[in-house]
């Protein structure tokens, strides 16, 4: 059995900073891609950046030069630097891992229970 456990989520001013992680808990070999998603009130839920195990990464257009993903292999953790950051980015934010291989299986589409972004004018 694996598990997403995300952390760093809260509120702060537009223009501010936040710094996601999601470490992976499990007897885990290792984790596919990585990433991480948002959803706001009323929208549907969208990927913001996800990363490979070489470290190939892709972004969200609107995040593009504000946020950072970066992994620890070693950690089985993915963290989200999130900079100078506006109203629009208020949702919130879930971890995703497509593949986890394990001694006992693969697990397939993992998610964290999300936390909550919130940015003030």
């Known amino acids: 059995q694996v598990q997403l456990v995300e952390s760093g989520g809260g509120l702060v001013q537009a223009g501010g900073s936040l710094r996601l992680s999601c470490a992976a808990a499990?007897?885990?070999?290792?984790?596919?891609?990585m990433g991480w998603y948002r959803q706001a009130p009323g929208k549907q839920r969208e990927l913001v950046a996800d990363?490979?195990?070489?470290?190939?990464?892709n972004y969200l257009d609107s995040v593009k030069g504000r946020f950072t993903i970066s992994r620890d292999n070693a950690k089985n953790t993915v963290y989200l630097q999130m900079n100078n950051l506006k109203p629009e980015d208020t949702a919130v934010y879930y971890c995703?891992?497509?593949?986890?291989?394990?001694?006992?299986?693969?697990?397939?589409?993992?998610w964290g229970q999300g936390t909550q972004v919130t940015v003030s004018s």
């Open positions: 990363i490979t195990g070489f470290g190939s990464t």
């Open positions: 995703n891992a497509d593949k986890i291989y394990t001694r006992e299986g693969t697990y397939n589409d993992n």
């Open positions: 499990g007897r885990i070999l290792h984790i596919n891609v």
